[in-house]
């Protein structure tokens, strides 16, 4: 087993006498200047290092090593929820020492197959209640965090552990930020150290390291890399030793001291700050650990649903080590490790913000970056491309199954449009829903991926029967009405007046916003 050991300065005092011998006419003085004091080593450590710093620079600044007989409350405090993970997950997180306790210089994190509730809302919701039993799983495990007891911006994070393995065993190593000072998840980021799910089944041996960031969804996105440890070595089998190191700029994965991915500024963003290019991951995180059982990625890895024959398992912890590079603490740069064998993962690029004085929505297509969408309580709301002839050719047609029920333009991004001054469309009613002599059209514009501002409804009168009609709408009466032009995702809502619509037949074409 590895054990941390902190290094100790002997103070040591040589002192040289001379010894007095007479006869002679021999004078041998004996002055105390010639007594030699070796001075105790200057600790030039900065104060934050725990031990003198590595060759690399990095030093010591975080650890707990497992070698007391209980949880470090001091450390770790542990969530306690059941509300999937926002995955479709099976289990409830809780404190029980059954689920998560220190013993034998270990960390043991285990999940048992057994019916439980507790909370529905994550514990950093304002509205979370902790005798609140709304939740439900079918498993009990734990997740363990370091938030507001130890938090970081840069390092090197390290853990030594022994993975679960069987269908359904989802571990985790991972950073969230401690503050979300760029919105809501994953506008903040979110760091994956290590992941891995359903270990050894059909002979799955992988780990990942992967970052989320992005939009809100479904405008989210990531990038990461898998990696298997050399000699077909599986990582539920032993102990392997798997790190970050994240700097200004760049993070680098690590598997045993093997540098194996990296990924740098240019391919991750926030749409929360575009002009920004080291957010998200330029702010304070904090770590976490976590067993989780099943949910949408493991069902889609070799298998489906969750063994519970493979349960209980157990994610075995050595030690968990935090670093920061001496050479530069407020960037973390200076003390890279990397042998340059490693995957570069480009990332993704920030979607391109629309230019020129007119964005084409819908022009015969949809154009990118919006797709057509719609929603109902109940029946559907129905879109098709037809062939309208005369000067229109290819318009969108809009078949209304419902009485309660939208359309929309939408893009995963969301832009700025305060510099536009219209939005503009072609429409014409091929069929009145039931009740023509109360039929009304009523269109909004939406961010809703961006804290969800509205227009609210904008009324419109329902054009004559078969008559095309150009709608011209100002931006500025829609942000009047409550609407945030600098982050638009949605400028194209329509609907003929809600409870009135079943039957209605609408076409649209040239849906465009222009300055």
Known sequence: MSRFLFRTTTLALAIAATACGGGGGSNNNNNDDDIGVVEPPVDERPERCLEDPMNSGYCLVWADEFSGDAIDSEKWSHEKNCTGGGNNEAQCYNDSADNS?????????????????????????????PEDTSGSGTYTSARLRTKNLGDWKYGRFEMRAKLPFGQGSWPAFWMLPTEWNYGGWPLSGEIDILEAVNLKVGGEDHIH??????????GNVYSGEAYRIPGDLNPADDFHTYAVEWEEGEIRWYVDGDHYAIQKADGWYTTAALDNPNAPFDQTFHLILNLAVGGDWPSNVNDTG??????????IIDYVRVYQCTEDFETGKGCASTDGDFVYNEGTQPPQAPEGDEIAIFDGEVN????????????????????AGGDYGDVGQITYNTDEGIGFFQSEATYDLSDYTY??????????????????????????????????????????????????????????????????DTPFVISPTWGNQMGAVLQVDNVRVVK
């Open 101 to 129: 306790w220190v013993a034998d210089d270990m960390l043991h994190i285990k999940a048992v197959r057994e019916d439980a509730t507790g909370p529905g809302m994550v514990d950093d919701d304002p509205n979370y209640d």
């Open 209 to 218: 390291g992967t970052l989320h960031y992005g939009d809100n969804w479904p």
């Open 306 to 315: 969750i063994d519970e024959s493979a349960f209980p398992q157990e994610f």
């Open 368 to 387: 990118a970056p919006y797709q057509w969408y719609s929603w109902s309580s109940f029946g559907s709301v129905d879109f098709e491309v037809v062939d």
């Open 423 to 488: 939005i503009e469309f072609d429409l014409r009613v091929l069929e009145e829903p039931a009740d023509a002599g109360s039929a009304g059209l009523t269109f909004r514009a939406d961010c809703i991926f961006n804290n969800g501002c509205t227009s609210g409804d904008y009324p419109l009168d329902m054009p004559a029967l078969d008559q095309w009609t150009h709608f011209q709408i100002p931006l500025m009466e829609l942000v009047n009405q409550g609407l945030n032009a600098e982050s638009v």
